[in-house]
């Protein structure tokens, strides 16, 4: 395990690449830059060839040879692509990584760190997690002879009794998805100290602009790229950042031969979003706080999910750990029928799957993003509902939540 401080001020991010088919690692010439500046360079040197500002989609699948074995670092896309390389570098820079490894989707970067597991091993998984995550490690991975189990990683006694010595990954979400529980980072990591097990931390509801997982102790850091780091609804894509040169070889040959890899288009358009990750994710956490504050009181709400809120049960330790509290929301209603109807009202959170981008977001975990999950123990109530803050006005956001509950009958509100 890392050893690292734990603390809520700045910290720096460092480290670089590793270079295609290396296990060197190449110093960045960002690293003593700030986030913001790191989000818009590192990795995104100018075009050596063209002069060009934004680094170019280098739509190729394969490179000339100067003679056999010999060629300027790339061979097959599959294997390394200048435009992923440039994302992956620029992806380490941001979470202070030595190495970052980018994927088709963020279940293929789970998946990916799940074969580092051999028959025999043992997970221990967040039972508020991704349902896809979830459904992953229960239904596929676990068919190779890998064992799991679920665990309240906000208790860190129950995290200490539930470990064994074949455990080999501790897989953490802070927050949580749906239920927007904060784990404590370093807590983890100070009880798997001496241990085997390598601590995961999926980063996706925070991003790097908020927390910095490597940096309180984490091993391996799990994006889908899909969401704020891509912040725009339109890409598909996951990542894995680390420190070890050794586990690195072994994530590269398996990202290169299973394959499931983003396409350069793919990697251009996350790129892309990066660039602004550290003003959006400011307007995310104010809008998010503006409406959880009108939730709060809502008559028809029963509980409200947001971290920014000084009742949350993980507030302390978010302020701790993160810069904000990010775009995200759950709330439970009074009712469960009602909560399937209002999702359905709205107009500018629109009802579908996802999270993370510039628009808002409305959904029902129960029937769509955690329907998984349903009867095993890790299942989310009917009553759930969970928002994706994007960063419209927010008079806007509230003004179409108030249209949406104003349609709940008396009887499924409070006195």
């Not at 395990?1 to 060197?24: C, I, K, R």
């Not at 010999?70 to 390389?85: A, C, I, L, M, Q």
């Not at 904060?182 to 790097?208: K, Q, Y």
């Not at 990542?239 to 890899?261: I, P, R, T």
Request: proline fraction near 5%.
């Amino acid at each position: 395990m890392n050893d690292a401080p734990n603390n809520g001020e700045e910290q720096t991010h460092t480290g670089g690449a590793l270079s295609p088919q290396s296990s060197v690692l190449s110093p960045s010439d960002w690293t003593s830059a700030q986030f913001d500046t790191r989000a818009i360079h590192a990795g995104q040197d100018a075009d050596p060839a063209t002069g060009a500002v934004i680094t170019p989609i280098y739509q190729t699948s394969t490179y000339v040879q100067e003679a056999v074995g010999v060629h300027k670092g790339y061979e097959y896309s599959r294997t390394d692509n200048p435009t992923r390389t440039a994302l992956q570098t620029a992806l380490a820079s941001l979470e202070g990584g030595a190495w970052a490894l980018s994927y088709a989707s963020g279940l293929a970067a789970t998946q990916n760190l799940c074969y580092l597991l051999r028959p025999g091993d043992h997970v221990l998984l967040s039972d508020d997690a991704y349902g896809g995550t979830y459904r992953l490690i229960a239904q596929v991975v676990s068919h190779y002879g890998i064992d799991f189990s679920l665990v309240d990683m906000t208790d860190l006694d129950a995290v200490r009794t539930k470990l064994r010595d074949t455990t080999k990954l501790v897989w953490v979400e802070t927050p949580t998805n749906p239920y927007l529980k904060i784990v404590d980072i370093a807590g983890v990591a100070s009880v798997l100290a001496g241990s085997e097990a390598r601590l995961v931390v999926d980063n996706t509801f925070a991003s790097p602009a908020l927390q910095l997982p490597l940096a309180l102790g984490a091993d391996f850091v799990l994006h889908s790229t899909t969401k704020y780091l891509g912040g725009h609804s339109d890409v598909v894509g996951g990542a894995v950042v680390g420190n070890d040169a050794e586990v690195y070889e072994s994530l590269k040959f398996h990202q290169n031969a299973a394959g499931a890899v983003p396409g350069p288009f793919d990697c251009w358009l996350t790129l892309r979003g990066i660039k602004t990750l550290g003003i959006r994710m400011e307007r995310h956490s104010a809008n998010a706080r503006a409406v959880a504050d009108y939730l709060h009181g809502h008559p028809a709400v029963e509980r409200v999910f947001y971290p920014g809120l000084p009742d949350h049960t993980g507030h302390e330790v978010a302020a701790r750990q993160m810069r904000a509290f990010s775009g995200m929301v759950s709330f439970t209603m009074r009712d469960a029928t009602e909560a399937a109807a209002m999702v359905a009202r709205t107009r500018v959170f629109q009802l579908a799957e996802s999270l993370g981008g510039v628009e808002s977001l409305i959904e029902h975990p129960g029937r769509m993003t955690h329907a998984s999950v349903a009867g095993t123990g890790a299942e989310v109530e009917d009553t759930l509902v969970r928002l994706s803050v994007g960063i419209e006005h927010p008079a806007d956001l509230i003004a179409d939540l108030e249209h949406a509950l104003a349609a709940v009958p008396a009887a499924a509100m409070a006195d």
